[in-house]
């Protein structure tokens, strides 16, 4: 999956939150959801390539192709 890193409701200090906000766009892998109230799925969790999880919301994330032989 690829997101914009501004779309991430990032965890933990002001330092991951700078650190993270100059990378623009992202890949990961979802491992789990989440509900918001009512609606079920709204947000994926999703582990970086830096070993942190963040919250996405689902419309905003994007399928990346395999780049399979």
């Not at 509900?35 to 419309?59: C, M, N, Y």
Request: proline share 1%.
């Amino acid at each position: 999956m690829a997101f914009l890193i501004s779309d991430a409701f990032i965890q933990g200090s002001e330092e991951n939150h700078t650190s993270l906000s100059d990378t623009g766009e992202m890949e990961g892998t979802i491992v789990n959801f989440s509900d918001s109230g009512t609606a079920s799925r709204v947000f994926a969790l999703v582990e970086i390539v830096r070993k942190q999880t963040v919250v996405i919301p689902v419309e905003r994330l994007r399928l990346l192709e395999s780049s399979g032989s």
